[in-house]
């Protein structure tokens, strides 16, 4: 696996490859570009993140208010899964937030973790990919997507 595919894989169990601010800037999609500059109030030449373990982590990811960033740096592990206090509190209640669309984006942080640490993060990172494509056109899509940007089609979200 390429040492870039490792930095996707986020610390708390999210999939970095699907995440607008990886996404947009890798696809050069300005129209989601330009939402996020306008949300976040920010250049949108300053719209980029390399995935949560890169030296690139955009400002939300790299000052983490939910704490993962900070926990695994003072526990010396990597991702949660390497933690002896896995599952915990924190990463259970970090599960029961954020909902764009409908989709629970958080729900399976928990079981995505329980994966890696099972199979490893190179067989999460293909099962994400695989997860995240169009069925119609295999486009990588946004992990809050309905229809896929590409080909306009319903894409499958778990």
């Known amino acids: 696996m390429k040492e870039s595919e490792n930095q996707l894989v986020g610390i708390c169990g ?3 490859g699907t995440c607008p601010k990886y996404l947009a800037y890798q696809d050069q999609d300005l129209n989601e570009l330009q939402k996020m500059a306008v949300s976040d109030k920010v ?3 300053d719209i980029r993140c390399d ?3 890169s030296d690139n982590v955009y400002s939300t990811c790299r000052d983490c208010r939910h704490g993962f960033r900070r926990c695994a740096g003072e526990k010396k592990v990597t991702w949660c899964f390497q933690c002896r206090d896995f599952p915990c509190q924190r990463l ?3 599960s029961k937030i954020h909902v764009v669309n409908g989709i629970w984006h958080h729900k399976r942080v928990v079981e995505n973790i329980q994966f890696m640490k099972t199979h490893g993060t190179e067989a999460w990172i293909k099962e994400q990919k695989r997860e995240a494509e169009c069925p119609n056109c295999g486009k990588i899509v946004y992990w809050y997507s309905l229809k896929c940007p590409r080909c306009d089609r319903p894409v499958r979200q778990k």
């Open 14 to 16: 999210l999939y970095c």
């Open 43 to 45: 250049p949108i030449e």
């Open 51 to 53: 995935g949560c373990l």
């Open 92 to 94: 259970e209640d970090f």
